[in-house]
């Protein structure tokens, strides 16, 4: 009789074990892929005002800047790639689709 009580405890012990490993997980990856997305909204930025003063004397700086927005990127997405890659997170990045994200962004390489 008390087999099926051990059972349960069992049962919602690793249920809990569960959601709270791919909870951290998510919350993890979530933060890095958050740091990808606003660094390409960063070079979407740049590139949008780096057309705007192409003939003008402030393209050296808005080339500069464009640069800087794509090492940004590219070291946001090796963070995401070390992040997703981590022994703990893999499993949860599989099952819950965390895929590679490509080092060049919109034509864009650094």
Known sequence: MLWW?????AG?????LIALWFGSAVKELEQSKESV???IRQIQLHLE???QVWESSYKAAALHSLRVSGDIYQEAVKN???????????LPAFLLGY???PKE?????N
């Not at 009580?5 to 405890?9: V, Y």
Request: charge should be positive; glycine fraction near 6%.
């Open 5 to 9: 009580f051990s059972w349960l405890i």
């Open 80 to 90: 995401y790639e070390a992040v997703r890659c981590k022994p703990l997170n893999r």
């Open 49 to 51: 005002s780096s057309s």
């Open 99 to 101: 895929r590679a994200i």
């Open 105 to 109: 962004i919109l034509g864009f390489v």
């Open 37 to 39: 997305d606003n660094a």
């Open 12 to 16: 919602l012990s690793t249920t809990g």
